[in-house]
């Protein structure tokens, strides 16, 4: 579990309503750093809405695309920078065995299981919270709720340091058998006007990526991304990356990558503007990076600040490799009844 203290001497938090969606008031909550750092959340999702960052110009740069209305999250994009739960990626075939007993799950997305189904967390209200540095929401995900085993009580605490930094820390326990791997699904883009992130450069601690079929699902076979577009394990421009991916049908990434051995102290991944020097370094003790970036997306969703388009964006989701209940060796994502499992995933920013 990533430690939670700081300094709370110029820590500034405040909760507001945000708006409402179907009757039910959907608040933020925020918390600013002797920096001038500032992390705002939504209750809608446990949301990561904004992360602004002071600029050289003497004003704040948010670094998330997000929009200006819960509908806007709920029925256009269910996803963008939403908790996801009970298991991030999918499932092939919406299907798993735990101690010999078959279970099955939502079909919400072709033949399998995405992010957890039709009731996954991006689609709760969150009980919030803001206490000290931390911004901490729960939920109890019952069996009735997401068809998942067992009755989960879940708790999210998103905390911001003075050192610049976000921790997520995802904590569950449950009364049955069940699974957990859960991650954010933040979309990034440091630049400050419209510009997509074919300017940015990318480092990944992987030397392979999952072989995935024709559903996204990995197959259990791993790519080696040597003398690939896909090779980020030194800062790579990502516009060369996705220039070179043109000829596939995904036009970009969607990938997973698995991260190699690694100190927990040194990053897993990085994101970087070199035209502004913004940058976002991830560290987890995770096994794979999720990313994605925006392939496809067009001028139909409206986000604040952001024109929608192919590349606008790009997800790095740290996270156990998806399908890993199908296939042990990408990681053990079980929980049991008594256990308290937690990840945690810290971003550290640059400006």
Same mark, same amino acid.
């Given at each position: 579990?990533?430690?939670?203290?700081?300094?709370?001497?110029?820590?500034?938090?405040?909760?507001?309503?945000?708006?409402?969606?179907?009757?039910?008031?959907?608040?933020?909550?925020?918390?600013?750093?002797?920096?001038?750092?500032?992390?705002?959340?939504?209750?809608?999702?446990?949301?990561?809405?904004?992360?602004?960052?002071?600029?050289?110009?003497?004003?704040?740069?948010?670094?998330?695309?997000?929009?200006?209305?819960?509908?806007?999250?709920?029925?256009?994009?269910?996803?963008?920078?939403?908790?996801?739960?009970?298991?991030?990626?999918?499932?092939?075939?919406?299907?798993?065995?735990?101690?010999?007993?078959?279970?099955?799950?939502?079909?919400?997305?072709?033949?399998?299981?995405?992010?957890?189904?039709?009731?996954?967390?991006?689609?709760?209200?969150?009980?919030?919270?803001?206490?000290?540095?931390?911004?901490?929401?729960?939920?109890?995900?019952?069996?009735?709720?997401?068809?998942?085993?067992?009755?989960?009580?879940?708790?999210?605490?998103?905390?911001?340091?003075?050192?610049?930094?976000?921790?997520?820390?995802?904590?569950?326990?449950?009364?049955?058998?069940?699974?957990?791997?859960?991650?954010?699904?933040?979309?990034?883009?440091?630049?400050?006007?419209?510009?997509?992130?074919?300017?940015?450069?990318?480092?990944?601690?992987?030397?392979?990526?999952?072989?995935?079929?024709?559903?996204?699902?990995?197959?259990?076979?791993?790519?080696?991304?040597?003398?690939?577009?896909?090779?980020?394990?030194?800062?790579?421009?990502?516009?060369?990356?996705?220039?070179?991916?043109?000829?596939?049908?995904?036009?970009?990434?969607?990938? #997973?990558?698995?991260?190699?051995?690694?100190?927990?102290?040194?990053?897993?991944?990085?994101?970087?503007?070199?035209?502004?020097?913004?940058?976002?370094?991830?560290?987890?003790?995770?096994?794979?990076? #999720?990313?994605?970036?925006?392939?496809?997306?067009?001028?139909?969703?409206?986000?604040?600040?952001?024109?929608?388009?192919?590349?606008?964006?790009?997800?790095?989701?740290?996270?156990?490799?998806?399908?890993?209940?199908?296939?042990?060796?990408?990681?053990?994502?079980?929980?049991?009844?008594?256990?308290?499992?937690?990840?945690?995933?810290?971003?550290?920013?640059?400006?």
């Amino acid at each position: 579990m990533a430690e939670r203290s700081g300094d709370m001497a110029a820590m500034i938090a405040n909760t507001k309503v945000f708006d409402q969606y179907k009757g039910e008031d959907i608040y933020e909550y925020s918390l600013t750093n002797k920096n001038g750092v500032t992390l705002s959340t939504l209750s809608w999702g446990a949301n990561w809405y904004e992360l602004l960052v002071p600029t050289k110009a003497g004003k704040k740069q948010n670094l998330l695309l997000n929009f200006p209305h819960t509908a806007d999250y709920a029925e256009k994009n269910p996803y963008l920078c939403m908790s996801i739960g009970r298991t991030a990626g999918r499932i092939g075939g919406a299907s798993f065995t735990i101690n010999g007993k078959t279970y099955n799950v939502d079909v919400n997305e072709s033949d399998y299981n995405l992010h957890g189904g039709f009731h996954g967390f991006n689609f709760y209200t969150w009980n919030g919270k803001i206490q000290d540095n931390h911004i901490i929401f729960n939920k109890k995900v019952t069996n009735e709720l997401d068809n998942f085993p067992g009755n989960m009580d879940v708790t999210i605490t998103y905390t911001l340091t003075d050192d610049d930094e976000v921790i997520i820390d995802y904590a569950a326990e449950t009364d049955a058998d069940s699974l957990f791997n859960p991650t954010n699904h933040a979309y990034w883009n440091l630049n400050a006007g419209d510009d997509p992130v074919t300017n940015h450069e990318l480092y990944i601690h992987s030397s392979h990526r999952a072989a995935l079929n024709s559903n996204k699902i990995p197959t259990g076979e791993l790519a080696p991304v040597l003398n690939t577009p896909y090779d980020f394990s030194k800062n790579a421009p990502l516009g060369k990356a996705i220039a070179a991916l043109q000829s596939i049908p995904e036009k970009g990434l969607d990938d #997973v990558f698995i991260i190699d051995d690694h100190d927990p102290a040194k990053p897993v991944a990085e994101l970087r503007n070199p035209d502004n020097g913004i940058s976002v370094t991830i560290f987890s003790e995770r096994n794979a990076i #999720v990313s994605y970036t925006a392939n496809g997306w067009d001028d139909s969703q409206k986000f604040i600040d952001k024109t929608g388009q192919p590349q606008v964006a790009i997800a790095l989701e740290s996270q156990t490799a998806p399908n890993a209940v199908s296939d042990l060796k990408f990681g053990d994502i079980s929980i049991e009844p008594g256990e308290i499992k937690h990840y945690y995933t810290k971003y550290k920013f640059g400006y």
